[in-house]
């Protein structure tokens, strides 16, 4: 394989070891595999996961931000679709209806088609946008609910995430605490064993010197 070939080649997302139990994360139609991966790896680097659980974890975080994206791109479909059915009548071929959605996705309010279009019906592109909005609010509050269902099982995911690590640290923290107090203990013992010792060495010269007199 050339250089050139691998250059172009999505980097390989570093999946847990359980990720790989439950099998690979499916992507939609029209869904960029290159983009999501990297995403997914500049996710887990930015959290720090090296344990399988924590990057399992950072998947899912991922994940719920990858729907919100999903949840985010149906919104602006959804007034497209309204902008569209403000444009055109029953009558309209598929194929007109197909360049229209084209040319509002892509933002071309200069072309004729447009032009024309929105004249007719007697809209401005900003007229025709708040009349899309409006149309189309139903769709929009329950994809907003959707989203808002993330949101929580984002912090939900956040929080279990950061115990996880704290966890972690925890444990070295008193692993490091309790070998230190072993030292301070040691430190301790052997001025007293002295200290005992000494002691014992008096005892027996006073006895003797009491024996003597």
Same mark, same amino acid.
């Given at each position: 394989?050339?250089?050139?070939?691998?250059?172009?080649?999505?980097?390989?997302?570093?999946?847990?070891?359980?990720?790989?139990?439950?099998?690979?994360?499916?992507?939609?139609?029209?869904?960029?595999?290159?983009?999501?991966?990297?995403?997914?790896?500049?996710?887990?680097?930015?959290?720090?996961?090296?344990?399988?659980?924590?990057?399992?974890?950072?998947?899912?975080?991922?994940?719920?931000?990858?729907?919100?994206?999903?949840?985010?791109?149906?919104?602006?479909?959804?007034?497209?679709?309204?902008?569209?059915?403000?444009?055109?009548?029953?009558?309209?071929?598929?194929?007109?209806?197909?360049?229209?959605?084209?040319?509002?996705?892509?933002?071309?309010?200069?072309?004729? %088609?447009?032009?024309?279009?929105? !004249? #007719?019906?007697?809209?401005?592109?900003?007229? @025709?946008? /708040?009349? =899309?909005? &409006?149309? +189309?609010?139903?769709?929009?509050?329950?994809?907003?609910?959707?989203?808002?269902?993330?949101?929580?099982?984002?912090?939900?995911?956040?929080?279990?995430?950061?115990?996880?690590?704290?966890?972690?640290?925890?444990?070295?923290?008193?692993?490091?605490?309790?070998? %230190?107090?072993?030292?301070?203990? !040691? #430190?301790?013992?052997?001025?007293?064993?002295? @200290?005992? /010792?000494? =002691?014992? &060495?008096? +005892?027996?010269?006073?006895?003797?010197?009491?024996?003597?007199?």
């Amino acid at each position: 394989m050339s250089e050139k070939t691998k250059a172009e080649q999505p980097a390989q997302a570093p999946t847990s070891h359980i990720s790989q139990i439950f099998g690979p994360t499916r992507l939609l139609p029209g869904e960029s595999e290159a983009v999501y991966r990297a995403g997914l790896i500049g996710t887990i680097k930015e959290l720090g996961a090296t344990s399988h659980l924590q990057t399992y974890i950072a998947e899912k975080i991922f994940q719920c931000l990858w729907w919100m994206r999903r949840y985010e791109s149906q919104k602006h479909l959804a007034i497209i679709n309204s902008m569209v059915e403000k444009l055109v009548n029953h009558g309209t071929s598929k194929e007109q209806r197909h360049s229209v959605t084209l040319l509002l996705q892509t933002k071309d309010w200069g072309d004729p %088609l447009i032009q024309n279009l929105a !004249k #007719a019906s007697g809209h401005t592109p900003e007229s @025709l946008m /708040a009349s =899309a909005v &409006v149309f +189309s609010r139903g769709n929009i509050e329950k994809i907003d609910q959707l989203i808002a269902l993330r949101v929580k099982t984002l912090g939900q995911l956040q929080q279990s995430y950061e115990a996880l690590v704290n966890r972690s640290v925890m444990q070295e923290r008193l692993k490091l605490q309790n070998e %230190l107090l072993r030292r301070d203990l !040691k #430190a301790i013992d052997v001025p007293s064993v002295e @200290l005992d /010792a000494g =002691a014992k &060495v008096n +005892s027996r010269a006073k006895s003797k010197a009491k024996s003597g007199q």
